[in-house]
């Protein structure tokens, strides 16, 4: 038996496998619902015009299962010629293409999809990959959105939104991570030392030593190596 047999059913593994992006463009426009989603994921492995256009065009599938393997294709390829394609999709109605494409225009990291991701942090089925992806693009325009985000009753969206300052790196954001090391929360109090860790802004020396007293082991160990992290940048700097 071959690739494709009698009723069209690809072999989408080996259509990856030898490259045969003509194959699985083929799947991806004839196959089945599924073997239309596997196709679309296996072709972000390729850089090459005709997967993107195929995937730019699966972008408006009636599947959604294709529609956020399209988008995380094209993150995975990271062209920002995607970019104006994938800024529809964050209104899409299914959430999961929605996070799919958060994270895929951060990976891309077009800076003409901050407005758009800004506005999305208001969507809290995915405002958490949003946040994530603001900071992967890096603008210091996030910066007072990410910091609002601190004062939310959510805990994964504050760690969420620390994770986003620290890749931006932004020293605005200091103070505000420093107060989130006494939070209720485990994991916003470790974000927030991550955070402050990667800014490198020696303020935050003395709060990370007296944090060194936490309750969890784990959020010790990430401020120890925060605190090593900021040294290093001070030295750099």
Known sequence: ???????????IEKLESEGDINGLIKSLKKGDEQHQA???????????????????????????????????SLGRIGSDDATPFLLP???????????????????IGD?????PLLE???DEKIRNSVAIALGHIGDPGAVDHLLDALKDDDFSFRSAAEEALGMIGDEKAVPALIGALKDEDMSVR???AGALG??????AIKP???AMDDERWYVRLQIEEAIQELNNRLKEK
């Open 1 to 11: 038996m071959g690739i494709f047999d009698g009723t069209f059913n690809p072999d």
């Open 38 to 72: 596997m196709a679309a994921r296996a072709l972000g492995r390729f850089k090459d015009e005709l997967s993107f256009k195929a995937l730019i065009e699966a972008l408006e599938s009636e599947n959604a299962d294709v529609r956020w393997n399209a988008a995380s």
């Open 89 to 107: 999709c964050l209104r899409d109605e299914k959430w999961y293409v929605r996070q799919h494409t958060a994270e895929a225009l951060g990976e």
């Open 111 to 115: 800076e003409r999809a901050l407005l």
């Open 120 to 122: 999305s942090l208001k």
């Open 190 to 192: 470790r974000h927030a």
């Open 198 to 203: 990667k800014i490198g802004d020696e303020r």
């Open 208 to 210: 990370l030593l007296e």
